[in-house]
């Protein structure tokens, strides 16, 4: 089982709807982050957590530390916002990150 | 733009090849961090270096070696190159220390094609 895991996998979902993107873990962390990869291939940092809940613009993060899940969320969603969006964990230990696989998301107009 | 500065941006070789990515982190930022991205794969952390002295060791090869200089730019050596090493490498910087316990800032990656 990985430390880290993301779902759905694949999210297809017309323009306009609340997305959400989910991510569990198990290990102990002491930050949690979600970041962006564009279909060319970049990375954008979205967000960092170690508690709570963060936003920024249309999204929104959140973060669970007892339940070891955060989740991601876009509102309004566009067809800009398509992208593999990547869950990524400190781990505690020794705060190396922990990727998870990625979430595939397209926002059809 | 993310102020990290990834060259050159596509490299074609040949197997048994060696090869030298390049990465100039953002302004300020002593740490960088190298991860490879292969086909469909989610990231693999490479190493972390920290104002010139390696911080952190992940799945680095043997044949991949890597350096951070006095003026803090990086650089990632890949030798005797096969086709599996064909990937999307990226370069992140980081303010911190030990810890990417901050915002990661990401070099737009090298992508690599080895025939």
């Known amino acids: 089982k990985n430390e880290v895991e993301q779902s759905p996998q694949n999210l297809t979902a017309q323009e306009g709807e609340f997305i959400t993107i989910n991510c569990s873990y198990s290990?102990?962390?002491?930050?949690l982050h979600w970041l962006q990869q564009h279909p060319g291939g970049g990375i954008v940092s979205l967000f960092m957590l170690s508690s709570g809940k963060k936003k920024h613009g249309r999204l929104i993060a959140t973060i669970n530390i007892q339940e070891k899940h955060s989740s991601l969320h876009i509102t309004a969603s566009h067809p800009r916002d398509s992208a593999v969006y990547i869950c990524a964990v400190e781990a505690y230990s020794n705060y190396q990150l922990i990727w998870g696989a990625g979430t595939k998301l397209i926002i059809k107009p | 733009d993310s102020g990290v500065t990834q060259t050159p941006k596509h490299l074609i070789t040949a197997t048994g090849q060696r090869v030298t990515l390049r990465c100039s982190p953002r302004s300020g930022d002593l740490s960088v961090y190298w991860y490879q991205q292969s086909l469909d794969q989610g990231l693999q952390f490479l190493i972390q270096y920290y104002n010139g002295e390696e911080r952190a060791k992940g799945n680095i090869l043997e044949r991949f070696s890597a350096q951070q200089f006095p003026d803090l730019h990086s650089e990632l050596n890949l030798s005797s190159l096969e086709l599996g090493d064909s990937a999307l490498y990226f370069c992140a910087s980081s303010p911190q220390r030990a810890a990417p316990t901050g915002e990661l800032f990401f070099g737009e990656g090298s992508r690599l094609t080895v025939l």
């Open positions: 290990v102990g962390i002491s930050a």
